[in-house]
């Protein structure tokens, strides 16, 4: 370690002071290391720039905040920091944590999301062919209703977030290779939503498709957002009303 860093509050010189234990959550349990502790005397604030290289600074490692966050995704908060957590890495944390957490990570992926990332690989896809011999990509557009309640466990009003997904439906084959979803969602408008799903849709070669299966439910707007998400990036796009609606 060098005897000085530039301060990431101030930008003056912070000092090497000493190595500074930390103990950190890992899948494996609980684990702790040493790493370099540097004071800035001009703002008096303290560093570990290692703790940041290594995706510490929440005193979990990256691979058990994402089971973490999963947990938290798929479960209520109480039920799985209890049982699912538990039982799959042995971990065993509040509720609160997990909850604190998952949230956490809810919130970087949606940043991320919205400065334009996409997630999974570049790779362009296969397209299947339909009965008459055409590649078939396939997008769908909806809002879900989720329930809410207020911060004392009263009734509170449900919000509508967003799903849309690009896909492949290969029904001639069971090989993953040959199927696939990406999915965007989030409590975001139809613009935003349409702008993900089209940075998806770049991601995995849906110009390559000789045609488009659109699914949608109907409801307002969905349509015009699809037609926009996609211009200019599709051969031909057809609209299915989903036999259910």
Known sequence: QGTHIACPECGADARFVSYRPCQV???????LYERAYYHCSHCQ???????????????????????????????????????????LTGLTLSASS??????????????????????????????PPDANGKTTASVGLDAISVRQQGPHAEPAEGRMPLVALVFRDNAQTTKPAHRGARYVCG???????????RRECLAVGIDRADQVIALTDGGAGLEECLT????????????????WH
């Open 25 to 31: 959550t890992t899948l494996m349990g609980d684990a």
């Open 45 to 87: 604030h303290g560093h570990c720039p290692t703790d940041a290289e290594f995706g510490l600074e929440d005193k979990y490692t990256p691979g058990a905040e994402e089971v973490i966050s999963l947990v938290g995704a798929t479960a209520a908060f109480d039920e799985g920091s209890h049982v699912d957590l538990a039982r």
């Open 98 to 127: 997990v909850q604190r957490i998952t949230e956490s990570v809810g919130a970087e992926v949606a940043q991320r999301r919205a400065e334009g990332e996409t997630f999974g690989s570049d790779e362009p896809w296969t397209w």
């Open 187 to 197: 409590l975001v408008d139809l613009d935003a939503i349409g702008q993900q799903l």
């Open 228 to 243: 926009t998400a996609l211009a200019g990036i599709v051969k031909h796009l057809i609209f299915i009303l989903v036999f």
